[in-house]
């Protein structure tokens, strides 16, 4: 099992910054692939960024360029920096967990932090 939780949410100024942060607990969080989601009401939940448990990340294209995800293994956590922010950016952001062993897979999701970028 692995807990995650997620901090840094928050209103911010259209053009502004935020850093999300997702600790981690129960688990080998090194050997999971990390992820932050996010959705609005009404439409699916998709994905922003993800980071391997090698460090290889990839981003969805609408946030490539300004957001920047990373971990660090020694202290259990996933961050997502979020730079020039636009009201399209607006959403309930969710923390993920996810791993495959032996064609098992573990899939786990943080309860969510709203970003809300408005002026």
């Known amino acids: 099992q692995v807990q995650l939780v997620e901090s840094g949410g928050g209103l911010v100024q259209p053009g502004g910054f935020l850093r999300l942060s997702c600790a981690a607990s129960?688990?080998?969080?090194?050997?999971?692939?990390m992820g932050w989601y996010r959705q609005v009401p009404g439409k699916q939940r998709e994905g922003v960024a993800t980071?391997?448990?090698?460090?290889?990340?990839d981003y969805a294209d609408s946030v490539k360029g300004r957001f920047t995800i990373s971990r660090d293994n020694a202290k259990n956590t996933v961050y997502l920096q979020m730079n020039s922010l636009e009201p399209e950016d607006t959403a309930v952001y969710y923390c993920?967990?996810?791993?495959?062993?032996?064609?098992?897979?573990?899939?786990?999701w943080g309860q969510g932090t709203q970003v809300t970028v408005s002026s």
């Open positions: 980071i391997t448990s090698g460090g290889v990340t």
């Open positions: 993920n967990a996810y791993r495959t062993r032996f064609g098992v897979e573990r899939d786990y």
């Open positions: 129960g688990s080998i969080f090194s050997l999971y692939r």
